[in-house]
């Protein structure tokens, strides 16, 4: 079963996106804090991520370039998930690689659509670790 780790701290939010992919058979953990997102992900080693940007005690930006900038943990694909941006001017392409994440996803956003990125996440990922 694979683990997926949503760090979000809207518990609506959390709990749709926690059941949607139970759902389907991953192994959710969840977590409402930046800071504690990030030692989840150090921890539980996920096989993916989603980060919302404006969390407590550390946003998903931060998370997202701590972990890319690690060997150990940079092969975990981040998806980010956020409303922040969407006033910004710049598309979901431009934050993408802004952020380093794998892939980016402006609130509000379908169901369908995150699963389906974190399918094809999963599947690239596989055996996929730090070098």
Aim: hydrophobic letters at 35%.
């Amino acid at each position: 079963m694979k683990k997926v780790l949503v760090v979000e701290d809207a518990k609506n939010i959390r709990e749709i996106i926690a059941f949607t992919l139970r759902k389907r058979g991953y192994d959710v953990i969840e977590s409402e804090d930046g800071a504690d997102g990030y030692k989840k992900a150090m921890t539980e080693k996920p096989d993916l991520i989603i980060l919302d940007v404006m969390l407590p005690n550390k946003t998903g930006f931060e998370i997202c370039s701590d972990l890319k900038d690690s060997k150990q943990y940079r092969n975990i694909p981040v998806i980010i998930l956020t409303a922040v941006t969407k006033d910004s001017g710049k598309d979901d392409a431009y934050w993408k690689e802004k952020s380093r994440a794998d892939e980016f996803l402006s609130k509000p956003f379908r169901a369908q659509d995150l699963v389906g990125k974190v399918e094809e996440l999963v599947a690239k990922y596989e055996g996929k670790e730090g070098d």
